[in-house]
């Protein structure tokens, strides 16, 4: 049971080129979500998925794209990358709302340098 | 929207004090506050969480309090320990049935514990 893992760990990217974050979870659960961590400013979310097919806007969505087209990965796109979006990035997920506990499962995270 | 905020940013204690951490939220909607724990180079666990129908929870030398009136909650841990030092981050959201986008996540508190 491998939890939730991210791919890559690590990248530096030009200004202006695209890449494809990947999160895969194993543990069967309905909702999945991408965060950018920056110093100061804790988890801010960037998008979010309640189920296979569906995604939705977080809080700083602008600059980026995802897809949920298997319940177990959530994919995270950057098509033209920035120094704003220099950061980490985490991915999590967790049951429906319906359970007692909402707990949130992170990734080890990936962090990204954009030149 | 809701907004979390959190102090200390930054928390030095010596080995078996205490340590307290303080988080205020805005939206009186707001039922559901989880205590996250990020330790250096992984992502962010869930180490305790409260309900708006509860005002104290406990979990061995952790324990939160919540005051709804007042809108804050905090983190206590008790003999604190040098594994103890890490980030924490507070977050506050509403436990809806659907829509889990309304976690919001205070900005973290370092917290760094001396043998």
């Known amino acids: 049971n491998a939890g939730v893992t991210q791919t890559p760990k690590f990248r530096v990217l030009k200004t202006g080129q695209s890449m494809t974050l990947l999160c895969a979870q194993d543990m069967n659960h309905e909702y999945m979500y991408w965060y950018r961590q920056d110093p100061g400013m804790g988890l801010r979310l960037i998008h979010y998925s309640v189920g296979e097919g569906t995604t939705a806007k977080g809080e700083v969505p602008d600059g980026y794209n995802v897809s949920r087209l298997k319940k177990q990965n959530f994919l995270l796109g950057l098509e033209s990358a920035a120094p704003s979006q220099t950061s980490v990035y985490f991915c999590?997920?967790?049951?429906?709302?319906?359970?007692?506990?909402?707990?949130?499962?992170f990734g080890p995270g990936t962090r990204l340098t954009v030149l | 929207g809701e907004n979390v905020e959190q102090h200390p940013s930054t928390l030095s204690v010596q080995e078996g004090d205490s340590a307290v951490i303080k988080c205020t939220y805005s939206?009186?909607?707001?039922?559901?506050f989880p205590w996250y724990k990020q330790e250096l180079g992984k992502g962010p666990q869930l180490i305790i969480d409260i309900r708006s129908n509860v005002g104290e929870k406990k979990d061995q030398r952790i324990a939160v309090t919540l005051n709804k009136t007042a809108k804050h909650f905090s983190l206590h841990i008790t003999e604190t320990q040098p594994e103890d030092s890490a980030v924490y981050f507070c977050a506050a959201g509403v436990k809806g049935a659907y829509n889990n986008n309304d976690m919001r996540f205070g900005a973290g508190t370092r917290l760094t514990v001396k043998p």
């Open positions: 999590a997920s967790s049951w429906t709302s319906g359970r007692a506990r909402n707990e949130q499962f």
């Open positions: 939206d009186s909607a707001s039922n559901y």
